[in-house]
């Protein structure tokens, strides 16, 4: 977090937690009540950061407009789209990764791995690099940036309170449900995003937190912004003999979705195999956009797109089919062109644009053939929004209750529930991952109730890896190979070249096959070692992908590479890492467990898990573990490190550093001694 005080944003957030928890140490108020107060924080600082960006947006509108004046219509628009594509690149690329895309995946990812921790910095980049996407013309909307504004303020308020993982998952979500309620004017369907899509469950513990949150920003976002629905719509009927439409609408609702979601990572896909950076990526994605957006008239395609639908519903959709088609087309192009490349923003808006193009079209094909039954074609449009959306993102009673809250329009609620279901029904089946979930598994993350579903997807290759293995030239003689493999005892090496690139992996049993020839003193490493394509783990990916392609194999070892540079090694990972690592991901869970669900997993009454906290005066700072051992009680263990949020495997080299957090496993009784061991532990070694 130091890191990031020298900006104003992340100063403001520290100053604040930092007040806050003087407040409560020296009050001590019940905990239900501290809840309540740092989620009602949450609510108006979330608030505000969407009343600011939003702003932001205008006033970068407003600029766009004039480039325009002075370069000329399209000349403007290249102009404009270009730079902000070239500055939103560089900024990700530079200082937050996280700000890429569209962000809702990003705060699930930290929730299931990190304990809902998020980098403060996160927040200003994400408004500033969003802000320039979408204002500039991107196709993209607003809700995942200030989702994902709203969860690093919840989570860095939660880390500089010092709150369990627990509390911090709560007050992400609390963050995400007060960005919805403050974007869209829709509290109830805030707190419904939250439980459903973020966190994944419904329970008391989480609801009372996220609707304070979620009502806060909401009152923020009236008072500064605008308290009316987001679409004024007519009101329009519903007959029970529109049913088989509305039938036919779900379906189509799905397929678009599921299209929508295939198309988005392909292109992100190609994008991210271009050898370009990231910031010339940005830039092409924004004029690839625009030149899309040129084939429809009045660029209707540019950014999210919500006003036009407005005025379209107002309307009773009067479009034609030839343009409606084009449209949906078009937008869907656009914001895999703007979000595929590495540009910022939210994929709500654009879902919702879609969904009311198919609703028109079936409304507008209805409404011709039976003209008293299907009477107007807009709404179709509103219940498409909802189906869309929820075939994209798996949320059927967020996409019901948003839409209901944006259109206020109550008459079409059992056409509204039925499509939407329906859609994310047929989507489930279609393609399983929701536009959310799909990012996360190709990173190898599982998710079931927003929660990582395989333990050994806690834990990354990099925490567990050995470093500094043992590098063998491809030049080096037979005989000295034999010598290394009986000192060392292991049964593989990664084999470099003179410039230290991987270029194969040499094993025991290479060596065997041919130790006994009577040639074998004149061979060299690269004339027995595996050479060519091999396999390799990157160190940031799960170990859950390394235990399935150890055993596709049968080998013991891989050598671990960084994905900027997949020739260099920097670690090799063994069974018996993974093995070890396997002990700290159940702890992790553990940890991640409410305290009322982690009693029973307890495997002995005597026995107990403690976390210690290693400060800038601890005396055994800076020292290794193997130092301080000998001071430890006899039946103890230290299970892991967290150091800033990420949990280590503990060694014996492990050198503990200040903010560390050890987690120990020790019996009750020598819960005293163990503290006073931490505390006095130099002078004890002195």
Known sequence: MANGRHRPTTDLIWHIGQKLRQYIDRVQPPDSLTMVLVALIVGAGTGLGAVIFIWLLRWINTATAQLQTWLGD??????AMGIAGLIVGFVVDRWAREAKGHGVPEVMEALALRGGRIRPRVASLKVLASSLTIGTGGSAGREGPIVQVGSALGSTLGQLLHFSDERIRTLVACGSAAGIAATFNAPIAGALFALEVILGKFTVRYFGAVVISSVAASVIGRAYLSDRPAFTVPAYPFQFEELPLYLV????????AVVFIRLLYFMEGRFDEWRLPLALKASLGMLL??????????REVLGPGLEFIGEAIAEDFT???????????????????????????????PSLFMGAIVGGMVGTVAHAIWPTVAVNPGAYAIVGMAAVFSGAARAPITAVLIVFEMSNDYKLILP?????????????????DSIYTLKLRLKGIS?????DLDLMQSLQVKEAMTLDPYLVPESMPLPQLGELLQRTHHHSFPVVDDALNLVGMVSLRDYERVANQESSAALRVRDIATLGRLLTAYEDEPLSEVVQRLAVRGINKLPVVTRAEPKRVVGAIRRADIVKAYNVALARRRENEPDVERLPTLPNPQMCFLDIAITKESRVANKTLAAIAPNLPYECVVVSVRRQGVLLVPHGDTVLRPDDVLNVFVRRADEEQLRTCFQAAKEQLA
């Open 249 to 256: 609408l779900g379906i189509l609702s799905a397929v678009v």
């Open 289 to 298: 956009t625009l030149g899309v957006a040129l084939l429809v008239p009045e």
């Open 447 to 451: 998710l079931q109730r927003g929660r």
């Open 74 to 79: 399209i000349g403007g628009l290249v102009v």
């Open 416 to 432: 509204l529930m039925f499509a939407t279901v329906l859609s994310t029904l047929l989507a489930e089946y279609m393609f399983r």
């Open 319 to 349: 479009l034609s089919l030839g343009l409606m088609g084009g449209l949906l087309i078009t937008k869907m192009l656009a914001t895999c062109f703007t979000l595929g490349s590495g540009n910022s923003g939210g994929v709500f808006a």
